[in-house]
């Protein structure tokens, strides 16, 4: 049986996040109001306590997105077990609410720390295979997969057809992270091969990068990439090469938040923060690439891409929601 996942990696994707088919794999059968304006929904998330309510899965059901992304403490298993971690996994995938996502919505993701290890962990967690093969197979990472066998969990995946590409690179910013240091090394030597050679590919017409932490802020009294500024530089040094329009989703800091950098020869880069799905902080800070303001109330993000007649991207619509009422807290374009 082909599912979802298969399909729309591998087909085009029509409607607002409807997809038209012939009933494969048990999808229902659907036909686009408008074949002409083509649309893709990608919803993410980040920070969600699994002892707390997950009845609000029915709402990001709701929103119909194509692709569902957990970018980091999809539960909080801080010295856990990989045993006790599992169990904690199971209870999130056999939700009932959660399957009303699950079952027609390709589901990635990425971890942060509380799902890895437990607060700011990186490198020196003892038991990083353990974790990984419970984070996989929570995701349904097929047995065969290359993030599998490779250290890590960064991966990469192209959604759409041939002339709307659409690529979703997610990152492990914490297999690889040594302590804090303004020349440390977040990403790591293979995690940076790998990443170059991808950003080399300039045929997808848009880019997402996931990074359970945020990309763009200049605040460092919270975990982000402004603390480790040499990755962070080598990040936009190789964007600056890429013709492919970018936008970084993170999460981590229970608030929710847009940021924007605009670069003289090449596209605006954005960094779209939602987070969290079960819990929210107070915790207010100046960043000086935000645009609008900060959130403090769940919330998950939306991704809403328009499509030209030329199979262009014409914009994307950043938002995020309430996840008990749907209701759009904050919405922004992302021009290129
Ligand atoms: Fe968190």
């Given at each position: 049986m082909?599912?979802?996942?298969?399909?729309?990696?591998?087909?085009?994707?029509l409607?607002?996040?409807?997809?038209?088919?012939?009933?494969?794999?048990?999808?229902?059968?659907a036909?686009?109001?408008n074949?002409?304006r083509?649309?893709l929904?990608?919803a993410?998330?980040s920070?969600?306590r699994q002892d707390?309510s997950?009845?609000?899965w029915?709402t990001i059901?709701k929103?119909?997105?194509?692709?569902?992304?957990?970018l980091?403490?999809?539960?909080?298993?801080?010295?856990f077990?990989?045993?006790?971690r599992?169990?904690?996994?199971?209870s999130?995938?056999?939700n009932?609410?959660?399957?009303?996502?699950?079952?027609?919505t390709?589901i990635?993701?990425?971890?942060d720390?509380h799902?890895y290890a437990?607060?700011n962990t990186?490198?020196d967690?003892?038991?990083?295979?353990?974790?990984?093969?419970?984070?996989?197979?929570?995701?349904g990472e097929p047995r065969q997969?290359?993030?599998?066998?490779?250290?890590?969990?960064?991966?990469?995946?192209l959604?759409?057809h041939?002339?709307?590409?659409i690529e979703?690179?997610?990152?492990?910013?914490?297999?690889?992270?040594?302590?804090?240091?303004?020349?440390a090394d977040l990403?790591?030597?293979?995690?940076?091969?790998?990443?170059?050679s991808?950003l080399?590919?300039?045929?997808?017409?848009v880019?997402?990068i996931g990074?359970?932490?945020?990309?763009?802020?200049?605040y460092?009294?919270k975990?982000?990439?402004?603390?480790?500024?040499a990755?962070?530089?080598?990040?936009?040094?190789?964007?600056?090469?890429?013709?492919?329009p970018?936008?970084?989703?993170?999460?981590d800091?229970?608030?929710?938040?847009?940021?924007?950098l605009?670069?003289n020869?090449?596209?605006?880069?954005?960094?779209?923060?939602?987070s969290?799905?079960?819990h929210s902080?107070?915790?207010?800070?100046?960043?000086?690439?935000r645009?609008g303001?900060?959130h403090?109330?769940?919330?998950?993000g939306?991704?809403?891409f328009?499509?030209t007649?030329?199979?262009q991207i014409?914009?994307?619509?950043?938002?995020?929601?309430?996840?008990?009422?749907?209701?759009?807290?904050?919405?922004?374009?992302?021009?290129?």
């Amino acid at each position: 049986m082909i599912t979802r996942r298969q399909f729309i990696s591998t087909t085009s994707i029509l409607g607002t996040g409807i997809i038209s088919s012939n009933g494969i794999g048990g999808i229902p059968i659907a036909e686009t109001s408008n074949a002409t304006r083509k649309v893709l929904k990608i919803a993410f998330g980040s920070c969600n306590r699994q002892d707390l309510s997950q009845k609000y899965w029915l709402t990001i059901a709701k929103e119909n997105p194509d692709i569902w992304i957990w970018l980091g403490d999809s539960i909080y298993a801080d010295y856990f077990t990989e045993s006790l971690r599992r169990s904690a996994y199971n209870s999130i995938k056999n939700n009932k609410y959660y399957k009303t996502l699950s079952e027609y919505t390709s589901i990635i993701g990425t971890w942060d720390d509380h799902d890895y290890a437990f607060n700011n962990t990186g490198i020196d967690f003892h038991d990083k295979e353990g974790s990984k093969s419970a984070f996989l197979d929570f995701i349904g990472e097929p047995r065969q997969s290359e993030r599998r066998s490779r250290s890590g969990i960064y991966t990469s995946e192209l959604f759409g057809h041939e002339n709307q590409q659409i690529e979703i690179i997610l990152l492990d910013l914490r297999s690889f992270r040594p302590e804090e240091d303004s020349n440390a090394d977040l990403l790591g030597a293979s995690q940076w091969a790998w990443l170059e050679s991808k950003l080399s590919n300039d045929q997808p017409k848009v880019r997402i990068i996931g990074s359970s932490i945020q990309f763009l802020t200049d605040y460092k009294k919270k975990d982000a990439w402004a603390n480790f500024p040499a990755s962070r530089q080598r990040m936009l040094d190789l964007l600056a090469g890429s013709q492919v329009p970018t936008i970084f989703i993170s999460g981590d800091r229970h608030l929710a938040e847009f940021s924007r950098l605009e670069r003289n020869e090449s596209h605006p880069i954005y960094d779209i923060t939602s987070s969290g799905l079960t819990h929210s902080s107070d915790h207010s800070n100046k960043n000086k690439h935000r645009v609008g303001n900060q959130h403090f109330e769940r919330n998950f993000g939306v991704l809403t891409f328009n499509w030209t007649n030329e199979n262009q991207i014409g914009s994307v619509i950043a938002s995020v929601h309430n996840p008990d009422s749907g209701e759009i807290i904050s919405s922004m374009s992302c021009d290129f």
